[in-house]
Structures are given as C-alpha cells and as structure tokens.
C-alpha cells in the first residue's frame, strides 16, 4: 500500500479521506458503501477535527473492494457463457 502522506496517529499510521479515495481509485460513495459493508468509521481527531482511517481499515476496504471486483467480473463471465449457450443451436 502506498504509505505517501499517511500521518501517525500514536503508533498507527492513519490516512485522510482523500488519501483514501485515492489508493482505493473509488469516489465517496463507494467508500462509505464499503465501510456499511464491513462496519467500518473513519475516526475523527479530538484536537483537530479531522477525519481519518486507520491503516488496518484501509487494508479491509482495499480487500473488500478486490472482492466486489472479482465477484462482477464472475458474473459477468456466467452472464456471458448463458448468452451464449442460448444462442448456440444444439445438433
């Protein structure tokens, strides 16, 4: 995962919205599908007010989105393969 810009939240490094969107390639939307998905919140700094996620989070939306990925392309191959199989007269 590329750690650019990450800052450190006492130990664990933490990641801004934005920085999320960019290493998942994925709008806001999807994102907080993703986090429903598998309960997770970004976390908010008392100090500053910001919104973060923690690395371990980031890691488990980056799977679960690898995973939606997989599963479509899945779909899309069955889908196919019925479409053709309809098609394709037997003798």
């Not at 801004?16 to 997770?40: F, G």
């Not at 997989?70 to 394709?88: N, P």
């Amino acid at each position: 995962m590329n750690t650019e810009g990450a800052r450190t939240q006492g130990v664990e490094k933490t990641f801004s919205p934005d920085e999320v969107k960019r290493i998942l390639n994925s709008d806001n939307h999807e994102i907080q599908r993703l986090c429903r998905e598998v309960c997770i919140s970004p976390k908010k700094d008392n100090l500053t007010g910001k919104t973060f996620f923690l690395r371990n989070d980031v890691e488990i939306l980056r799977k679960i989105k690898e995973l939606h990925n997989k599963g479509q392309q899945v779909m899309e191959r069955q889908q196919s393969i019925s479409s053709t199989a309809m098609i394709t007269p037997r003798h």
